[in-house]
């Protein structure tokens, strides 16, 4: 039997520590499609990180 895990990570920006991972999340799934367990992870943003202009205003699209 095989396992297939997805995973998604959001962020506010593309480098680690002047930017935050916001949260990540995860699904796994049986080769028949059968959801077996999701885990979804929400994290604290770094110290003096910031989020990156481009990816701020993105976010403001899905408020």
């Not at 916001?22 to 929400?42: F, H, P, Q, R, W």
Request: hydrophobic share 35%; no cysteine.
């Amino acid at each position: 039997m095989e396992i297939y895990i997805s995973t998604d990570v959001e962020t506010d920006g593309p480098i680690p520590g002047p930017h935050s991972m916001l949260s990540l999340g995860s699904a796994a799934y049986l080769e028949d499609k059968t959801l077996v367990s999701t885990i979804e992870i929400n994290f604290e943003t770094l110290p003096d990180a910031t989020g990156h202009p481009d990816t701020m205003e993105f976010w403001s699209r899905y408020k």
